[in-house]
């Protein structure tokens, strides 16, 4: 089985998680992992070069998924647009692409650690998640956790994963502070505002998500 792990600071508490799942279950012979940035994740998926992983939200309307994904309730912190005279987009993202559309918010996508790493500098920015929120009072889906096959695993991982806290071991903070140039104490800060349970009102913000998305080109 081949897993897609995205290194963004989003899913440390997931990756954490996995690898206690992974121990403790009949896959830890079968467990690899690939990884790589949202949007060639998106590919390897897409061409079943990867069993399961969070997908980005744009890609992911026609996969078997599970109630788990990375959603902001209202700001996100690390999907940003920088003012700009010219429209640039994120080659690692798909959906926060298509979501500056959507808010016709002119400028430069930014997502992931180095968009953290932007907004913790108190440059000027736009938080796509906020705007979002702002404007249609909806939590902003980004991925959804899809899978090929295996249903009765993955929701087993959904179980397990939602139903209490996961503490981020020490040592894994520190080697995240060190590869990403974040204090462990600003990514603490910042996971508090990443959601992972899609619940009833996400589900309604991927809907409008997708509704949204098919007017825009």
Request: proline share 2%.
């Amino acid at each position: 089985m081949v897993f897609g792990k995205i290194e963004y600071l989003n899913l440390l508490p997931f990756h954490v998680f996995m690898k206690r799942f992974v121990k403790s279950s009949q896959q830890s012979m079968s467990m690899n992992y690939y990884k790589d940035v949202p949007a060639k994740t998106n590919k390897k998926f897409l061409s079943h070069k990867v069993d399961a992983a969070f997908i980005s939200s744009i890609r992911a309307k026609k996969y078997q998924h599970v109630n788990l994904g990375i959603i902001a309730k209202k700001e996100v912190l690390s999907v940003l647009v920088i003012p700009h005279v010219k429209d640039v987009s994120d080659k690692d993202s798909e959906t926060s692409n298509v979501l500056a559309k959507i808010l016709n918010v002119q400028g430069e996508v930014l997502i992931g650690d180095k968009a953290l790493r932007y907004y913790l500098q108190n440059k000027q920015h736009v938080d796509l998640a906020k705007k979002w929120n702002e404007k249609y009072n909806l939590p902003f889906v980004f991925a959804l956790l899809c899978f090929h096959k295996d249903r009765t695993l993955y929701k087993k991982i959904e179980k397990n994963f939602l139903k209490k806290r996961v503490n981020i071991p020490r040592y894994i903070l520190n080697e995240a502070s060190e590869r990403t140039k974040i204090s462990q104490e600003e990514i603490l800060n910042y996971l508090k505002y990443i959601s992972y349970n899609l619940d009833a009102k996400a589900k309604k913000g991927v809907k409008k998500f997708y509704k949204e998305a098919s007017k825009v080109k």
